[in-house]
């Protein structure tokens, strides 16, 4: 079965300083791997999502994510941060060869833009 | 296009009663799923459908069931309300099985057992 780790129950930042939200997962075979932000009493929104190929992946409002097969890692990136990034975000996991599982997801990481 | 709509928004259930959390999305995905959300533990599946008649359980069924009348709707039954029910739901789609479509969430149901 796959799993996901996040790391860090919350990750604060001064805004204008680059961030990065740890992600490491454990999965059988290639994996499918996703981020989502959760801004307060809504739903989950897509940012990006590794399948094949760029290591480098780049997604909604400026974030990217760098996939690291060697060290199991899927570490959520952005250069500058805004105080509008605060909210809430998950990576996921979705296994090989046909996803009806749906999705693994990590426990969460609450990212704090400080002005 | 409206995606994938859940209601209600909000609901407070009396402890033994039963209800039901809709869900429509109008992208004509094969594949939804309800999850539901707590404090600490991130998003864990509770039934799941890869298509219209087609159902099965996910990693925490125990307590709701679901139907797939049609493609376009997927609604969770709760069947007799506990409080560790309390939770946030949210219904989610995608195109298919392939494990590189992306999965689209509704806004969620808060959902507060007494």
């Known amino acids: 079965a796959q799993s996901v780790a996040q790391p860090e129950d919350q990750v604060n930042v001064a805004e204008g300083n680059p961030l990065t939200v740890k992600c490491t997962y454990s999965?059988?075979?290639?994996?499918?791997l996703f981020w989502y932000v959760q801004y307060p009493n809504r739903g989950l929104q897509f940012l990006l999502k590794?399948?094949?190929?760029?290591?480098l992946v780049k997604g909604s409002y400026g974030f990217e994510a760098e996939f690291n097969k060697s060290q199991t890692s899927f570490h959520l990136k952005k250069p500058s941060a805004l105080v509008s990034d605060s909210a809430l975000y998950f990576c996921?996991?979705?296994?090989?060869?046909?996803?009806?599982?749906?999705?693994?997801f990590g426990k969460g990481t609450h990212l704090i833009i400080q002005p | 296009n409206a995606g994938v709509t859940q209601t209600p928004k909000f609901q407070v259930l009396k402890t033994g009663q039963s209800m039901t959390l809709q869900c429509a999305q109008d992208?004509?995905?094969?594949?939804m799923s309800w999850y539901r959300q707590d404090p600490g533990m991130g998003l864990r599946l509770i039934h799941y459908?890869?298509?219209?008649?087609?159902?099965d359980q996910g990693e925490v069924p125990n307590g709701y069931n679901v139907s797939r009348s049609t493609t376009e709707d997927f609604p969770l039954r709760l069947l007799s309300a506990a409080p560790s029910q309390t939770s946030v739901y949210f219904c989610?789609?995608?195109?298919?099985?392939?494990?590189?479509?992306?999965?689209?969430f509704g806004e969620g149901s808060w959902l507060t057992v007494v």
């Open positions: 989610a789609s995608s195109p298919s099985l392939i494990s590189g479509n992306t999965i689209y």
């Open positions: 999965v059988s075979g290639n994996p499918y």
């Open positions: 590794y399948i094949t190929g760029d290591n």
């Open positions: 996921a996991v979705r296994a090989p060869g046909g996803g009806a599982d749906g999705l693994t």
């Open positions: 992208m004509n995905h094969e594949y």
């Open positions: 459908s890869v298509g219209a008649g087609i159902t």
